[in-house]
């Protein structure tokens, strides 16, 4: 088989990205203070996760996915399915239009990327409100939010990288 | 039956289906796991063991991957106090000389205090033993303020602990695992911790929301707190000792009255757990009407004898 015709493993593609997210979200837990302000914490597994519903439609995604959360929830120690399904809720309704999606310029990208941020954070919200009783904090909401948005140029990249890397989908 | 004679074989699932066939079983195997977590959340007796282990993992896992991020960051403090020092320095100077006349107030007071106590018998408080531990990695964001500390059940440390900086209280311990603990920060949403004005001694309820400032709920009674009140635990409920300083009143932009944390004045880099027993799960209760020491000598000529403490309760406390 030429290397041209070899198909992409998943462990290129869904395996290296979802490692280092969660190495990224390992890094910024550290516990330090930058000018007096601590590390932001975005969800930085939403950059793999729109990445891939616009790659190609597969079955390893959305394990990945649910993995990865877990992950998250480890680290965080968030309630046990909070993050995998935050993530999967964002995931499903880019996957269910990404033929829409196909073709369209980065800033419209880039807008839904931040609705599929936001539909992640609104599960969020109401799980938390679910399982405590208390509101969660809209700023606080609105500033993770934020800092996952301005990852959007990574989950370009990942794209742009990935779209036509198998020749069984060109 | 060979594959070929399989009458399956020719169906095909559209790829497209099949990838959101799957994303709809682990959004349901998700929300699975959070109902099991909604059930044992909670109680701390089945804070489950996949949780410790993972804890465990964890910990030593970012401490290692992290240290760099923490060189840097302590590196990017040292260039800041270098060229903060001399204003940093004239702050100083201020507080030691406020602080040296407070220093022999206290001293006065301690004296006073202890032969109130000595002559009246009362039975206060034990020295609460701690440990100091290192914070291993934090969580921020809206669902989940905790952080993993680098002491557990080793050092004695268990559920319920309470965990203080050197500005005040930050949270209490949720999970133990032998050599880490996960605790539980005043701003998470799933925080409630009771509290008091210091001020006017009214009760509130501490309730944390993922922001940076815990709401005050439950306040009672008309001009009961004002921004800029001294907020400590009111050690209502035993869980907590009472006293700690936990922020002063501040009202957020919502209009709400909130605290402003006392521990956010510093970076939260090493803590301390207070092994505080809560009272009421004390398996001798006796314990807590051992009688007081003697009084101290004094130096007041002359001094009216005290009149004989009463003989303690034998009776628990109830």
Request: charged share 20%.
């Amino acid at each position: 088989m030429s290397a041209v015709a070899r198909p992409l493993r998943v462990a290129r593609w869904v395996g290296a990205p979802l490692a280092v997210a969660l190495l990224a979200s390992l890094l910024l837990a550290a516990p330090i203070r930058l000018a007096g302000l601590p590390l932001p914490e975005p969800v930085t597994l939403m950059v793999p996760a729109f990445a891939w519903a616009l790659i190609r439609p597969a079955l390893s995604p959305a394990a990945a996915l649910l993995v990865g959360g877990l992950a998250l929830e480890v680290l965080w120690g968030a309630p046990t399915g909070l993050w995998s399904l935050s993530l999967l809720a964002a995931y499903l309704p880019v996957l269910a239009f990404r033929n829409v999606l196909a073709g369209q310029s980065q800033v419209v990208l880039w807008v839904w990327f931040g609705l599929a941020c936001l539909l992640a954070q609104a599960t969020g919200w109401l799980a938390t409100f679910w399982l405590t009783g208390a509101a969660p904090s809209l700023a606080a909401s609105g500033l993770q939010w934020l800092a996952t948005v301005v990852l959007f140029p990574l989950a370009s990249f990942l794209v742009e990288h990935f779209r036509d890397a198998d020749v069984r989908f060109r | 039956m060979s594959f070929r004679d399989n009458p399956f074989g020719e169906i095909r699932l559209p790829l497209a289906l099949g990838a959101a066939a799957a994303a709809v079983v682990a959004l349901v195997v998700a929300f699975a796991l959070l109902m099991i977590d909604r059930r044992q959340t909670y109680q701390t007796e089945v804070y489950n063991a996949l949780r410790k282990a993972s804890d465990g993992v964890v910990a030593p896992v970012t401490g290692a991957v992290a240290t760099p991020v923490r060189w840097a960051g302590d590196a990017l403090q040292h260039v800041g106090g270098y060229f903060f020092a001399a204003s940093e320095n004239r702050r100083l100077k201020a507080e030691l000389a406020a602080a040296e006349a407070w220093r022999e107030r206290a001293v006065a007071l301690a004296d006073e205090n202890a032969r109130y106590r000595a002559l009246l018998g009362l039975a206060v408080d034990p020295p609460v033993p701690m440990v100091t531990g290192r914070t291993v990695t934090e969580s921020r964001g809206p669902f989940a303020n905790t952080r993993l500390i680098n002491v557990g059940s080793e050092r004695g440390v268990k559920v319920g602990h309470p965990v203080l900086s050197e500005n005040g209280l930050v949270g209490r311990v949720i999970g133990v695992a032998p050599r880490v603990s996960r605790v539980l920060l005043l701003t998470d949403a799933a925080s409630r911790t009771p509290v008091m004005i210091q001020r006017t001694r009214a009760r509130a309820i501490l309730t944390g929301d993922g922001g940076w400032a815990p709401e005050l709920a439950f306040l009672r009674g008309r001009d009961a707190a004002r921004p800029g009140d001294l907020v400590l635990t009111s050690g209502d409920g035993g869980v907590l000792p009472r006293g700690i300083t936990v922020g002063r009143v501040d009202r957020g932009a919502d209009g709400v009255l909130r605290v402003r944390l006392a521990s956010d004045a510093a970076p939260v880099d090493f803590v301390r757990v207070l092994l505080f027993e809560d009272f009421v799960r004390l398996e001798d209760l006796r314990a807590l009407n051992r009688p007081a020491e003697p009084p101290p000598p004094t130096a007041m000529p002359r001094a009216p004898e005290p009149p004989p403490a009463t003989p303690p309760s034998r009776e628990p406390a109830r």
